[in-house]
């Protein structure tokens, strides 16, 4: 199980996303690695390691909240290898993606697959300052005077 603590500490209400990234975690067997990185209050990023994949080799879908990324590649002849030590198994790795939590951009780089997220939250759900009106103080001018 992996420790998200230290997101806990600035992120409210996402628990039950970690826990469902844990949980693909493990029924994936870890296979490929990656990585979740936060960039900003609104922008995260999914590194997924794809070494020996070939960008017509990965699709990258989101279907009602979730992030799904296929790997299969195509068989290449074995016989010239003496030695096959970079994995290259077919793969699927999904993503529970958190309410207004919209894919940006998918970007194979340096053997990573990166694909940026942004937490777009609609205006009425976003936080608004409330003005806190004080009745006005009124005087009775008749009464004053006649004091």
Known sequence: MRDFTPYFRST??????FNMLDQAADA??????YNIERTDETHYRI??????????DLTVE?????????????EAAKQGYLYQGIAGRAFERRF???????VRAAKLENGLLHIDLERL???????????????????????AKAA
């Open 12 to 17: 409210v209400g996402f628990d039950h996303l």
């Open 28 to 33: 994936s067997n870890g296979y490929p690695p």
């Open 47 to 56: 590194s997924v390691a794809v070494a020996g994949f070939a960008e017509n």
């Open 62 to 74: 989101v279907k009602d909240g979730v992030l799904k990324v296929v790997g299969k590649r195509e």
């Open 96 to 102: 529970q993606l958190a309410e207004h939590v919209e």
């Open 121 to 143: 939250v609609p205006e009425e759900k976003k936080p608004r300052r409330i003005a806190i009106n004080a009745p006005e103080l009124k005087t009775i001018e008749g009464q």
